[in-house]
């Protein structure tokens, strides 16, 4: 089914539901890759049609590396959406994004092995070389900061994601490699999705949420990281989410 959806929104931990939808549909589509991560919820914010996929499931059953990337997005796709916002959970490296900031980054570095990353997988599929230079859809991005600046939700309009294969989170001596090779956020889901957008001709941009100092990378190097941490700082930063969502 091929309807008008002008954006589909993918949550990442602590993100299992958009609360501020109505009037939804309920969609469980399974692509030539398989199922997705759960059901799709279809519904109006701001008099559009939104979708929304939870990237773990709604109760948070699948790990990083056993998301079925490809059918999330072809799922998405088959029911019509051509923008995708990837909510995204992470870890801050760098200084400007310390626990609770909102960041849209233009960059990322893909430090995640043994996932499928491409459609080019099975046998006599076409072999395609994207162009991922920007791996994130400039115009989204664009559309993304705007969206932040008029429902008036303080974003850090730029950054390098370090996608990591977790689920385990990183060592110190990980997190300053990343530091050198100019990562500023890190997280687990990153890639392949962007990737696998590209390929599926899909606009893809990134809202990434911190919940926490990466390993070593704060004021108390030694601080250990949560999960109950992890949870608190998403809630409490995720307020500025619907916003942005809705004025995209
Ligand atoms: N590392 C990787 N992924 C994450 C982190 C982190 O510190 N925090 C939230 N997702």
């Not at 299992?16 to 939804?24: C, W």
């Not at 051509?82 to 490296?93: H, S």
């Not at 060592?171 to 500023?184: F, L, N, P, V, W």
Request: with cysteine; net charge negative; aromatic share 4%.
């Amino acid at each position: 089914m091929t309807t008008e959806l002008p954006l589909a929104v993918i949550g990442g931990t602590g993100l299992y539901a958009l609360a501020e939808l109505q009037d939804i549909e309920t969609h469980q589509p399974v692509t030539k890759y398989g199922a997705p991560s759960g059901p799709i919820r279809v519904g109006t914010l701001a008099g559009q049609r939104v979708a929304f996929l939870a990237r773990h499931g709604e109760g948070h059953s699948v790990p990083p590396h056993k998301v079925n990337y490809r059918a999330n997005l072809a799922a998405l796709q088959a029911l019509g959406a051509t923008r995708v916002l990837a909510l995204n959970t992470v870890g801050g490296i760098s200084e400007r994004f310390g626990p609770r900031v909102l960041a849209c980054p233009d960059q990322l570095i893909d430090y995640t092995w043994g996932r499928i990353s491409t459609i080019c997988e099975e046998a006599g599929s076409e072999v395609l070389h994207a162009d991922f230079g920007d791996p994130y859809t400039p115009a989204l991005r664009r559309s993304v900061i705007e969206a932040a600046k008029v429902s008036g939700v303080t974003l850090v309009e730029d950054g390098c994601y370090g996608a990591t294969q977790g689920p385990r989170l990183e060592t110190k001596a990980e997190i300053a490699r990343m530091r050198r090779d100019g990562c500023d956020l890190v997280g687990m889901t990153g890639m392949p999705e962007a990737g696998l957008a590209r390929e599926l001709g899909l606009e893809y941009a990134c809202l990434a949420i911190v919940a926490n100092w990466a390993a070593g990378a704060g004021p108390d190097p030694d601080e250990v990281i949560t999960l109950d941490d992890v949870l608190a700082n998403v809630a409490a930063a995720s307020s500025g989410v619907p916003k942005i969502v809705s004025a995209l």
